[in-house]
């Protein structure tokens, strides 16, 4: 499977951005899926995810209630709205995908994802 991250961009802080991620092949509707984030000299953090039906959601708690993860297994694609965006939302986002079967009980650790997008900057200006 492979994974195409889109739709970051340059916003004010307040604003919004809804990332896309859009994966090839027939298994994507099998993958649950998550989206991390790298700002410049921090570690990799996890951000959301979704289990493969969509009945189930993660959050970090530094944007609990500002995203939302959602996904359309029709079109192979998984999102992230993003509001009321800060300045420290700033990162390079990354969405990851890995067979729901092996990320039940730890979605919002990375080492369990085997397949990974390549990044969309997302700058929040304050």
């Known amino acids: 499977v492979q994974l195409q991250a889109s739709g970051g961009g340059l916003v004010q802080a307040g604003g919004s951005l809804r990332l896309s991620c859009t994966g090839s092949?027939?298994?994507?509707?099998?993958?649950?899926m998550g989206w991390f984030r790298q700002a410049p000299g921090k570690e990799r953090e996890f951000v959301a995810a979704?289990?493969?039906?969509?009945?189930?959601?993660v959050y970090s708690d530094s944007v609990k209630g500002r995203f939302t993860i959602s996904r359309d297994n029709a079109k192979n694609t998984v999102y992230l709205q993003m509001n009321s965006l800060k300045s420290e939302d700033t990162a390079l986002y990354y969405c990851?995908?890995?067979?729901?079967?092996?990320?039940?009980?730890?979605?919002?650790?990375?080492?369990?994802?085997?397949?990974w997008g390549q990044g969309t900057q997302v700058t929040v200006s304050s």
């Open positions: 979704i289990s493969r039906t969509g009945s189930s959601t």
């Open positions: 990851a995908g890995q067979f729901d079967v092996g990320l039940v009980g730890s979605r919002s650790d990375a080492r369990r994802y085997a397949y």
């Open positions: 092949g027939r298994t994507f509707s099998s993958f649950g």
